[in-house]
């Protein structure tokens, strides 16, 4: 039975953070869980960090005023590392609507792990280091900018509009809404200006190659584009954040 319940810890921690499932094994091996898990996950965490750039990858910042990740959770969890071309593209993009709004920040969602391997559940396609998900900005209900805050506690599954037209009944499908969920949401609009801003500036980055966006949502901010693109409606809805790929 034991083994069974360590193997479940070590199966969710892997597909979490790469690294926690064998935090996890080591610290059942020691046989002091409670003090040896945060201890061996930390050491692993700061070798992760500093030999990523050997497999290629780098961490985007945790803290930050232009470019920095949405929740201490992604940066605790491993899971905000891309290449190092994706890093360049993330920053001039955040960078450019700073220029052009001083008061923002542009958060970022999930990128992908350290090193090549497994992807980042549940994403399906963030597994190289070339994808990544930011969030949208958001206003007050007067429709002041708020810096810095998601309407979701990670920044995912907000969703801008529960509208099924595009989909009717696709089957399987990753297209969840949680349709429960969104009552509990602060109410705070989407702010277009900026939102609108940063799709506009990484479509127009050489180096970005696809960009998934909700089509009544690309509509009504009023974008188009070949790199804008619908994800299809066996994957994700993209109306709570944007892609971003190479
Ligand atoms: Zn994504």
Not at 54 to 74: H, I, K, N, V
Not at 207 to 231: M, N, T, Y
Request: charged content about 20%; aromatic content about 12%; hydrophobic content about 45%.
């Amino acid at each position: 039975m034991r083994w069974i319940l360590h193997s479940a810890i070590f199966l969710f921690l892997t597909a979490l953070t790469l690294v926690g499932g064998l935090a996890w094994l080591a610290a059942v091996w020691t046989g002091r869980k409670a003090l040896g898990f945060p201890l061996i996950y930390g050491c692993l965490w700061l070798l992760t960090v500093w030999t990523a750039p050997l497999a290629g990858r780098e961490p985007l910042p945790c803290f930050g005023d232009t470019l920095r990740m949405q929740s201490p959770f992604y940066c605790v969890t491993l899971r905000h590392f891309v290449d190092q071309e994706m890093a360049q593209v993330a920053t001039r993009a955040a960078g450019a609507i700073k220029a052009q709004y001083p008061d923002t920040v542009t958060l970022a969602l999930d990128g992908g792990f350290a090193f090549t391997g497994l992807p980042l559940l549940p994403h399906l396609s963030h597994d190289d280091g070339e994808k990544l998900d930011l969030a949208f900005y958001y206003t007050d209900q007067q429709g002041v900018y708020l810096s810095g805050k998601t309407r979701s506690p990670l920044g995912y599954f907000a969703f801008e509009s529960l509208d099924t037209e595009n989909c009717p009944a696709a089957w399987p499908t990753l297209r969840w809404d949680f349709r429960w969920a969104q009552g509990l949401f602060p109410k705070r609009p989407l702010e277009p200006n900026r939102t609108r801003a940063l799709i506009v500036a990484l479509e127009g980055d050489a180096r970005v190659g696809k960009l998934f966006v909700e089509p009544p949502l690309a509509q009504r901010l009023g974008v188009s584009g070949d790199k804008i693109r619908f994800q299809g409606c066996r994957a994700a809805r993209h109306d709570d954040h944007i892609h971003v790929q190479l």
